[in-house]
């Protein structure tokens, strides 16, 4: 038995990350990737602040083009300051974080942002065909 395993690539956002996650999109267009597996999109986090580099943007557009859906999550210092265990975490159900809310209380709101996205985006590859032909109706 066949099981469907829907998979959201995660990559920083640098030329190693996102060659990585391109690597990873063509495999699943040819075939490659293992049985069931589903890309429903592709994570990009910052890998620094700031402007992001002219080559790391050109090389971007490549996994974009190979990608359904694309979200970005920034560069927050804070996560670099914490252990992972003293961070908020990310419910569906949790009202929109306040701007300047400490890690530890709330995720950041591109955070909040995407991890809703991906709720919407997870809830409709899991519709059957048909169900999506009614609801576009």
Do not use: N
Request: include cysteine; proline fraction near 7%.
């Amino acid at each position: 038995m066949q099981t469907t395993q829907r998979v959201v690539v995660a990559a920083r956002l640098c030329l190693p990350g996102l060659v990585a996650c391109a690597d990873r999109l063509r495999e699943w267009h040819v075939g490659t990737a293992p049985g069931g597996v589903e890309i429903v999109g592709v994570v990009l986090s910052a890998a620094r602040p700031g402007r992001v580099p002219a080559p790391v943007r050109r090389y971007r557009a490549v996994v974009e083009d190979l990608a359904e859906q694309v979200w970005d999550i920034g560069w927050h210092d804070e996560l670099i300051e914490r252990e992972l265990a003293e961070l908020a975490e990310f419910s569906p159900f949790d009202p929109v974080p306040q701007r300047r809310a400490r890690l530890t209380q709330a995720v950041p709101l591109d955070v909040h942002h995407v991890g809703s996205e991906l709720i919407d985006a997870l809830a409709c590859a899991a519709k059957s065909p048909i169900e999506q032909q009614d609801s576009e109706r």
